[in-house]
């Protein structure tokens, strides 16, 4: 049984960091490549950063800059370390891991392209 279980939320100042975990179970961790999505109160699912099993990244143009993304594939782990925080980075983010394969930007961006998802952990921005 496959579990993403995301970590790191909480109350932060505009301009803060926070560092997010998603801890993955039950699939070939190496094989997978993994992303962040965030969802804010009224609002669509939104892409915000991947990262192949190769460690190449690719991020929203909203987070580029201020985010990270990375991942330990002997912890079966992928971070997001967000800096810089505003407002507008306040959403739920979950974490979504889909066999990694030849892709497109589009795809990835997608969130019907990843088969396993996280619970989703809050994160709030405090103006």
């Known amino acids: 049984q496959v579990q993403l279980v995301e970590s790191g939320e909480g109350l932060v100042q505009a301009g803060g960091s926070l560092r997010l975990s998603c801890a993955a179970s039950?699939?070939?961790?190496?094989?997978?490549?993994m992303a962040w999505f965030r969802q804010a109160p009224g609002k669509e699912r939104e892409f915000v950063a991947v990262?192949?099993?190769?460690?190449?990244?690719y991020g929203a143009d909203s987070v580029k800059g201020r985010f990270t993304i990375s991942r330990d594939n002997a912890k079966n782990t992928v971070y997001l370390q967000m800096n810089s925080l505003t407002p507008e980075d306040t959403a739920d983010y979950y974490c979504?891991?889909?066999?990694?394969?030849?892709?497109?930007?589009?795809?990835?961006?997608?969130?019907?392209?990843?088969?396993?998802w996280g619970q989703g952990t809050q994160v709030i921005v405090a103006s």
């Open positions: 979504a891991a889909t066999v990694d394969r030849p892709t497109s930007i589009g795809f990835v961006s997608a969130p019907d392209s990843y088969e396993y």
């Open positions: 039950g699939l070939a961790f190496r094989r997978y490549l």
């Open positions: 990262i192949w099993s190769d460690s190449r990244t």
